[in-house]
């Protein structure tokens, strides 16, 4: 079985981005869209917005199951106030609900985390909770920087977050660290904001304590692990410079990547330096990179192929491709 | 002749960072400390500080030329206002010219520019035009966010910055887009900051026509480029998705990759994606991290050894050695 660990719903019904275009409307004007207000959508629409996008890519590609949650850049927590989040949030949840049941075999839920600038995280915890025991949800996107680029927020090993990661340990399931668009000219989202993002909180983590008062929190970093693998040196270095433990000893008990790399060299590298028990396939289809890749005539988030052309025991591919996913989702078992 | 364009000069005497402190001090009290407060510093005690540091790391790796600049997590442009900074910017760059001057044979000078938040990079032209007319040095180290990791100043590629780069093209220089320390919590200095910045410079060229409007414009982002070899395959998705030219043949005439990267895994994937030509030896020592890394019992950042332990013909790490660097900083060729 092939679990992609990283979808998300970029192709959902234009009825969605509807209501969150009235909801930002509305803000204007002080008023704060009830959900009741949301367009309906028919199981044909989720149907027809899936069948030509993710579901041929599924089975174009050879994989099986994608843990899908909603759209990263839309999650946009910095717009309006905390109310605005909870609604949007819940909508773009429900939508992967329905998305979920109406294709069991081929997507599991993860949710999107109602987050706001300096709201508590521990207010995200009822909708992780709901997603999870309600919608059978298996894991939370966690964004690190709720501002969109202003980084307001305190790192992800503060006791800001605590409350939230001890829903999380409750509930065991892992978090994805993903940061959503960015009002910030400097970064460009998926060009810059989210693998710096990904560095960033690999930092942070390795520079705390965190894993020592949550050892069995986990969290996976997505794109390859931003710049991580490339400069697995200079980690390692730190590390070390800092007196803090042996990067396998300590954080990569807690810490995973997923293999968003868009071109086999990345792809290699990963392999080469990230011991294979840290590493979950994911394709982030339909995603950043949506064109062919003119040197190779295939998909540049095609990452299936990249990982299948490397000389791995079926024993290392099997982690790559559904093992470990499913060890750091334990509740994928419940469901495939 | 191996010549290494990334050096700081992290180990000047106490007495520098005596007056900085001063400055610092003075700050509260609303007093700006004169240049002329500085403590002296003898040409015994700058040989001191170079000669079982750099210069004995320079005979025992084998290189022969430091491209020199102060220390860049000094730079720290948010500390205090405009004056501080051309202060203490002066302080550090009379250093360097000092280094220099002692030592013509191992080093050449890059410039730290008195940068400050909100103020105009064109007042740094005076600094730039004085150290390299007056000071002989080759280069700049230009920050990317004067206000220590709450990156509040336009893109690199906004208007805002064009008059300075008027003067790099008019002095025929390059920059190196490095920033200082971070004052935001969430971003380690050496561990996130920095490989942020790269990536986000990358990303930022990308999207524009800067080098359209600056043909000769040149730019060299430092540690291996952040995030962007090992992406690679991303940012030429993105540039195709964008409708933007080929990397190859835009971006790439303007924007060069130094090596400092600490284990040879990374090496190999900087030297298999970037083309040869847009590679230049650097090494950042005494720098980022100082250890022997225990898996090869050679210093993390002796860079030269991952280069050296390549395939490649000698033209191409000649380029990379000392052709590529000769072409980026052409007044390296008065010197050396």
Redesign the interface.
Same mark, same amino acid.
């Given at each position: 079985m092939i679990i992609d660990c990283h979808g998300h719903y970029t192709t959902a019904p234009a009825a969605l981005q509807k209501f969150r275009d009235e909801q930002v409307a509305g803000l204007k004007g002080g008023v704060d869209i009830p959900l009741s207000a949301q367009p309906s959508i028919s199981d044909d629409q989720i149907r027809d917005s899936l069948e030509n996008a993710q579901l041929k890519l599924q089975r174009a590609r050879g994989t099986d199951l994608t843990i899908f949650s909603p759209r990263a850049s839309a999650m946009a927590h910095h717009i309006g106030n905390e109310t605005t989040s909870q609604r949007w949030t819940q909508a773009c949840n429900d939508l992967i609900h329905r998305v979920c049941t109406l294709y069991p075999e081929n997507f599991v839920g993860v949710c999107q985390l109602p987050q706001s600038p300096g709201v508590a995280p521990v207010n995200s915890a009822a909708e992780l909770e709901r997603c999870v025991e309600e919608l059978g949800f298996i894991g939370c996107n966690l964004n690190?920087?709720p501002s969109g680029?202003?980084?307001t927020?305190?790192?992800l090993t503060?006791r800001h977050w605590y409350p939230l990661y001890e829903k999380m340990v409750e509930l065991d399931v892992p978090a994805m660290v993903h940061v959503s668009s960015s009002c910030?000219?400097?970064?460009?989202a998926?060009?810059?904001h989210y693998?710096?993002a990904d560095?960033?909180a690999?930092?942070?983590f390795?520079?705390s304590d965190l894993f020592k008062d949550f050892p069995t929190l986990r969290f996976i970093i997505p794109?390859?692990g931003?710049?991580v693998?490339?400069?697995?040196?200079?980690?390692?270095?730190?590390a070390?410079?800092l007196k803090r433990p042996l990067l396998g000893d300590y954080l990569l008990k807690n810490v995973f990547f997923d293999t968003c790399?868009?071109?086999?060299?990345?792809i290699?590298?990963l392999l080469? #330096?990230i011991p294979v028990d840290n590493i979950i396939f994911g394709s982030e289809m339909v995603g950043? #990179?949506?064109?062919i890749?003119?040197?190779t005539g295939h998909y540049?988030?095609d990452t299936k192929r990249y990982i299948d052309a490397l000389p791995l025991s079926e024993a290392d591919r099997r982690k790559i491709f559904e093992g470990n996913a499913r060890k750091v989702f334990p509740r994928l078992n419940g469901h495939a």
């Open positions: 690190p920087d680029g202003h980084w927020s305190p790192p503060d910030n000219p400097n970064f460009h998926t060009g810059a693998l710096n560095t960033t690999f930092m942070q390795l520079t794109h390859g931003g710049a693998p490339y400069h697995w040196g200079r980690y390692r270095g730190l070390q410079d790399v868009y071109h086999l060299p990345g290699e590298l080469k #330096v950043a #990179v949506r064109g890749d003119p040197e540049f988030d």
